[in-house]
């Protein structure tokens, strides 16, 4: 596993981490901006799709929609909505994996709250 990397700079925070998960070499690129959050997370350099997800006051579940890629995959959207719900911020989330097992996903959404514990000032 390679060590976290960041880089801030007033209003947006970088922060890199990769992880191996089931043999595979999973990367992740966090961007903090004022009052939201990007994530990707991907083995290669690509944005097949993208999701957004936001709280708000009428009710305590997260909206989200897909605004690129495959409509069908809620990855993306279901792992926005929770981080948006843990962060209270819009986030915006890519996750660019051919593995979409759903033990498999965990393991990656579990692996981005231990980076969260471990920097919170980077979320």
Known sequence: MEGPRAVAGGDVSLHNFSARLWEQLVHFHVMR???SLFL????????RNLAVAMCNRYDSIPVSTSLLGDTSDTTSTGLA????RKT?????????LQNTDSNFALLVENRIKEEMEAFPEKF
Request: proline share 4%; net charge positive; glycine share 4%.
């Open 88 to 96: 209270n911020k819009q986030v915006f989330v890519s996750y660019n």
């Open 33 to 35: 901006l004022t009052d």
């Open 40 to 47: 990707w997370v991907g083995a290669t350099p690509h944005l």
């Open 81 to 84: 909505r929770r981080l948006a």
